[in-house]
């Protein structure tokens, strides 16, 4: 990672991921580099459906194609759409999924309240 006061460069290659409530997680950019959101590149896998009380969270399909349920609704998603998901909306994704998160604001992973 490289950082300066005016950006930060980080491969993706470099960044370690880890297991979480929806799969294999990535942190591009989190709360910790202190910017207005955070970016994750997220391997959907088995899912649980939760909410974030405090975050919007913005997912655009990297690759991949699945369903994602939002409230009590089931919608189909593929590669190339992107869903808002606002503060407050039970939420998971179930399919195999690439996608990347734009978390705002940041502190998402503190903010994770499992429903399942």
Known sequence: MKTAASYLLRDPAEVQPWAETCG??????EEADGA???VHHVKIDN????????????Y???EGRGTMVLNDEEIAVKQGMVVYVPRGTPH??????TVLTVCIP???LHDIHELE
């Open 36 to 38: 207005a959101a955070e």
């Open 106 to 108: 940041r502190g998402v």
């Open 24 to 29: 294999q997680i990535r942190p591009l950019i």
């Open 60 to 62: 655009y399909i990297i």
């Open 92 to 97: 998971k994704a179930i399919g195999a999924l």
């Open 47 to 58: 899912a649980k459906l939760h909410l974030h009380k405090n975050t919007d969270e913005i």
